[in-house]
């Protein structure tokens, strides 16, 4: 089993349309929990940590499920600036600081 | 402001020679990460650095590659003898609490 994973997309939703993504990981251990952003060719950058009671950052809002071990990301009214690669990525387990990333959804939000 | 650089951000190399990419903070750090994305896969760990020892690496993480920190503040991924399927971006990352903050990459290619 993959330790991070993720359906690859890509999901094509127009302008202002709600969109939800779901990983699973493999380690129960996992510590912390995050999704961050990539665009092409780009650093993947950090949209929001993913904590057990849920968290809103605007349009965004991520969920955690540690029985399941299942994290969720929601778009609210996309934006066509939203169109990148979603990585969920997990951290942590028995000491460790490294990031283990999913491969990524893709979204392409159109006009 | 990229809160770590990374240099060069293109380097094309021949198969079999030796390339060392450089990252440097902005503020200083002790705790480094290095990742390798091959194009169109995932974001893979390679290593982290701690205090100029390796704490952590995978199993990508052979004896072709070595880490350092040669001058107290720049952080170096030396790759000895390329071959093409080290092509990809290599990314360093500092932690930010539990998160990574990624730089902007190094985009090798080996021909």
């Known amino acids: 089993r993959k330790e991070v994973e993720q359906d690859p997309g890509p999901f094509n939703v127009p302008e202002g349309a709600t969109v939800a993504f779901n990983c699973t990981y493999s380690?129960?251990?996992?510590?912390?929990f995050f999704w961050y952003r990539q665009d092409c060719r780009k650093e993947p950058k950090l949209l929001m940590s993913v904590y057990s009671s849920g968290n809103e950052d605007g349009r965004f809002t991520a969920q955690l499920n540690r029985a399941s071990q299942y994290i969720s990301l929601l778009i609210r009214d996309s934006k066509l600036s939203d169109s990148a690669t979603y990585l969920c990525a997990v951290n942590g387990g028995a000491g460790g600081f490294k990031t283990i990333f999913g491969a990524g959804t893709r979204l392409f939000v159109k006009a | 402001e990229p809160e770590v650089t990374q240099t060069p951000s293109h380097q094309v190399t021949q198969m079999g020679q030796e390339v060392i990419l450089r990252c440097v903070p902005i503020?200083?750090?002790?705790?480094f990460y290095w990742y390798r994305q091959i194009l169109g896969q995932k974001v893979e760990f390679l290593v982290s650095?701690?205090?100029?020892?390796?704490?952590?690496k995978s199993e990508i993480f052979d004896d072709q590659f070595s880490v350092e920190r040669p001058d107290g503040s720049n952080f170096t991924l030396k790759i000895r003898s390329t071959k093409l399927e080290d092509s990809a971006m290599y990314f360093c990352a500092r932690p930010g609490g539990l998160e990574a903050f990624f730089g902007q990459g190094t985009r090798l290619t080996v021909v």
């Open positions: 380690n129960s251990a996992s510590q912390s």
């Open positions: 503020s200083n750090h002790l705790y």
């Open positions: 650095f701690y205090n100029n020892e390796i704490s952590e």
